[in-house]
């Protein structure tokens, strides 16, 4: 498998922060936006923004910006989506995805879900962390991980048969990686999770306080 490219998903309504890019705010004196592509640049090849709107608003970032190709917002998938187009104009054969709020990320994630994939056929791969006692508890039981659907390894040749799926209406990420055999990388959740992200204003100032 070649490096991946790396694409950006920055298309949710942060509708609990007030609504805008959640990836503009401002974490220690530098954009959460800024945070995320200091962390991924040096795991990936390349990389591009999945966002809606206009595009201007990401120039100081240096990246392409690439819209959703599926109308209406249909959640994280058709960001992704996005992002296979994208790869395969590039020729690239993967991408990782990573959220725009989320600046703690593993700084191995990819070489993580690039090992999970080893000898798979489409590599196909989710993050998880380990749930803690009470996660466990509230979820009666079931799973003993929590998968991170907005950080993952996505293959190319799957990108078709996504873009039918959410043509058919699918929006739920695990259901389309289950459906393909999609496997689980997992990170250590200690002393924090790596994949917390900021939905709040309450996130925001737990995040200072990470910093």
């Known amino acids: ?91 690239a054969d993967t991408i990782v995805t990573v959220a725009a709020d989320t600046p703690f990320f ?30 466990i508890l509230k979820s009666g039981g079931k799973g003993r991980v929590n998968r991170h659907p907005t950080f993952g390894l996505w293959p190319v040749a799957l990108r078709d048969d996504l873009r039918a799926a959410l043509q058919d209406g699918l929006r739920k990420v695990v259901l389309w990686t289950d459906r393909h055999d999609g496997r689980e990388a997992l990170f250590d959740a200690e002393p924090f999770d790596p994949f917390f992200n900021v939905n709040t204003p309450e996130d925001l100032a737990r995040a200072e306080a990470l910093l």
Request: hydrophobic share 45%; glycine share 14%; aromatic share 4%.
């Open 106 to 135: 593993p700084t191995d994630l990819v070489e993580q879900l690039v090992a999970a994939a080893e000898e798979q056929r489409t590599p196909l791969v989710l993050a998880t962390t380990p749930k803690s006692g009470d996660e």
């Open 1 to 91: 498998m070649t490096q991946p490219l790396g694409v950006i998903l920055a298309g949710g309504l942060a509708t609990r922060m007030g609504g805008g890019d959640k990836g503009l705010l401002s974490l220690g004196g530098q954009s959460l936006m800024a945070r995320v592509i200091d962390r991924l640049s040096p795991q990936v090849r390349q990389m591009a923004l999945n966002a809606n709107g206009d595009g201007a608003r990401f120039d100081d970032f240096g990246l392409p910006v690439i819209p959703d190709s599926i109308d209406g917002f249909a959640g994280p998938l058709a960001g992704v989506l996005a992002g296979l187009d994208w790869a395969a104009e590039q020729g």
